[in-house]
Each structure stands twice: as C-alpha cells, then as structure tokens.
C-alpha cells in the first residue's frame, strides 16, 4: 500500500471520529436545551401559584377582617341598646359572644387546615413528577453517552487495528526492499509470492469475521429499504416507525437497555455474543434473568412478568416478544431460511428489520399499521406506534402527545441519512 492511500484510509477514519464527537456534542446541547426548557417552565408555574397563593391568602385575610369588624360592630350596638346597665344581661351577653368567637374560631381553623393539607398534596405530587422527570432525563442522557462512546470506541478500536496492519505491511515492504537485489516495481513481487493482495483492507481486518453484521449506514439504509417496500412508499409511514426505533436503540440491532447495562455489569456485545453462543441460553433470554440478577416476578398464574430488559430494535422487552423474537431467529438461520449460511446471530440488523416488517404485516397489529399508513405527518405515525404497539413510561403524561413530537423530531436526520 502506497503512502498517499494510507494517508487516504487514515483521514477517513479520523474523520469518522470527529463526526462522532460532533455527533455527541450536538446531543449534549440539545439534552442541556431541553433541560433548561423545563426548568424554565416549572420555575414560571412556581411563580404563578406563589402569586395565586398570595393573594387568595390576601382575599382570605380581608374577608375575615371585614367579617370581625361586622361583627364587632353589632356587638357595640347590642350592647349600647338592650345591656348597658344590667350585670344580668351583661354576663349573659359575654358568654353568649365568647361562645360564637369559640364557634369562628373553630370554623377557621379547620378552613386553614384544609388549605394547608390541599397544599400539601400538590407539593407531594409535584415532587414526586419532578423526581419521575428527572430520572426519566438522567435515563435518556445515560443512553445517549453510553451508545456515543460505544460509536467512538468502535471507531478508534478500527483505526488501531489498521493502523497496526499498515505499519506491518509497511516493515514487510522495507524488508524486501533490503532483501532483494533486483530492480522491480514496488509489490509486485509481494504479490505474487501472496504476501499482499488485492483485497481491500476492510476484507484483510475481517477474515476471522464469525457473525453476519452490517456497519450502521448499511443498517439503516436497509431498515429502510424493507419498510419502504412494506409501506409501498410511503415515507411519513417509514420515518414514524423509524422514528420510535432511534429513540428506542438508535437503530443497533444489537442493543440492550442501558439500566440493565450497568444493572448486569455486561456489554451489548458481550450479551449478544452469549445468548449467540448459548452460555445465556433461551431461557434467560426471554425471562431477563442475567447472572442470578433478576429484573422480573412471577404474578400469581405463575407467569414470568419482565419488568425491563430490552433488547434489539425495538427494545424488546416482555416474555412474549423477546419469545417471538428468538424463534424468529432460529426459523432465520435455520435449515430453508434466508440466514441459514450464517451462524445463529441474534443481534443481526438483516433478521431484525425484517423481524419488524413480520409484526406490521401480523393480524394482531393490522389496525396499528392501517393507521400508520394513513397518518397525516410523521407525528401521528409516531403517536400510534406509541400508543399501540410499544405503550412506555410517559413523562409528560399528556397519552403519548409530547413525547411522539419529540420521537418525530428525528426524522430530518434519518431521512437525510437514509433517502437516496
């Protein structure tokens, strides 16, 4: 390999890395934007009911103000007319007053109790959606970092792998050089003695390659492709299913739910690699128990309940899909299937997408795809698959509303990475 194409190979990967890091901080930002948009709007809301607060307080002390002067007065002029002058009546009269005062008083101060416990269920449940919200953000940053860094990981981990080959390639080169006495044109003896070849050098970094899997420009091109055919054409379609699926796993066929990344101590490769090779077999697949950790229950039919767990596209996550998922796979890579020249894979972008197409054309989601294709704007595409199909924790609690415009704001990217 000359100079030039190694320069070549080297800048492109360079590249890769700082698309990534731009990629990462364009995240950052846009997490950092968001965060600073709600705290600004709950600080608005605080203000507005300090300011309700304070003058419903104002109306209450006045009213009571009002109501005591009233009474005060009446009192005088019952006092002036019928009491004045007679010990009999004026004892009969106080303890009549001190009675009604008793009386207001006891009325007040269970309206001033009932106001302070009304108070004091909104600021619980206030808090309690703060605290919600903000796990919900600190989830979602914890996903984006950790799948940035695993691009980035992936990214220098190539760069090494061919800077390393190259500088072999290059010793091996001098070497002959030194060796030989005779005059020839650079490699072509290497050539044909079979120390280099014409193969590129992605082909020469992958011979021991065991698993099918694509990079991930290929991955999404070809999701797309698929749903494209599915949904003849329709791009809002597309772009709504696609759409869910970034926010989901950012479309890694191979993804496993960042919580249970930390919660298992175990990587998305090292997991994929040991449901592929069995040493996580069917079993604690679909039931999400990993090394006797378990993130589940059995209700009382004695069912296994997932209470996360997920895993590909879709983040896959109750017993039936992960289920659905896994035969899917064997059917895939088994005698007559479209995969059966490959090793079982079950983190394979090609099985995946076209396990997605197999739910839409189901019977059981024949309403949810109707609509899909019918959807007005990518929004309303997002709204049913959330709604219909995938029915997650929603922060905002508004029935998917918020969150499906935010899903939907992907759909510019996808589609300028995906629509040639």
């Known amino acids: 390999m000359s100079e030039p194409e190694v320069k070549k190979t080297t800048s492109e990967y360079e590249k890769r890395v700082e698309r990534a890091r731009e990629i990462k901080q364009k995240k950052a930002d846009a997490y950092d934007r968001l965060v600073a948009a709600q705290e600004g709007f709950l600080k608005k809301n605080d203000e507005r009911l300090e300011q309700f607060r304070k003058k419903r307080d104002a109306s209450l002390a006045e009213k009571r103000k009002r109501t005591d002067e009233r009474i005060s007065a009446n009192r005088k002029k019952t006092e002036e007319r019928y009491v004045k002058g007679d010990p009999h009546k004026k004892k009969k009269f106080d303890e009549k007053n001190k009675h009604s005062d008793e009386k207001l008083a006891a009325q007040r101060n269970r309206k001033d109790a009932a106001i302070k416990k009304h108070r004091d269920q ?73 120390v280099i070849n014409d193969k ?22 070809l999701l797309w492709n698929l749903l494209m055919e599915h949904f003849d054409g329709n791009k809002t379609a597309v772009l709504g299913v696609m759409c869910n699926l970034n926010s989901e796993s950012k479309m890694q066929a191979s993804n496993l739910e960042d919580y249970n990344n930390q919660l298992w101590g175990i990587a998305d490769d090292d997991y994929t690699e040991g449901v592929n090779r069995n040493t996580i077999d069917k079993n604690d697949f679909t039931q999400s128990r990993i090394n006797n950790v378990s993130n589940g229950y059995y209700n009382s039919n004695n069912q296994w309940v997932n209470k996360d767990g997920g895993y590909g596209y879709a983040q896959y996550t109750s017993f039936e ?100």
Request: glycine share 6%; proline share 4%.
């Open 321 to 420: 899909k992960k289920l659905e998922l896994y035969q899917f796979a064997e059917q895939w890579f088994g005698p007559g299937g479209e995969g059966e020249n490959y090793k079982f894979n079950i983190g394979d972008p090609t099985m995946q997408a076209h396990f997605i197409v197999h739910l839409l054309e189901s019977p059981e989601y024949q309403k949810m795809d109707s609509l899909i294709r019918n959807a007005g704007n990518v929004v309303d595409a997002c709204y049913y698959w959330l709604k219909m199909y995938e029915i997650p924790y929603d922060p905002y609690n508004d029935d998917y509303f918020t969150l499906a415009f935010d899903r939907a704001a992907a759909q510019d990217d996808i589609k300028a990475a995906c629509d040639h």
């Open 200 to 221: 590129p050098i992605e082909e020469e970094l992958e011979i021991s390659k065991e698993y099918a899997v694509l990079e991930d420009i290929s991955e999404n091109q």
């Open 122 to 194: 909104l600021n619980h449940r206030r808090k309690e959606r703060e605290q919600k919200r903000k796990r919900y953000f600190e989830d979602k940053k914890i996903k984006n970092e950790n799948r940035l860094k695993r691009i980035e990981r992936d990214v220098h981990g190539v760069l090494r792998k061919k800077k390393l080959l190259i500088g072999m390639i290059v010793v091996v080169i001098i070497f002959f050089m030194f060796m030989t006495t005779e005059k020839v044109v650079p490699g072509s003896k290497l050539k044909k003695a079979g």
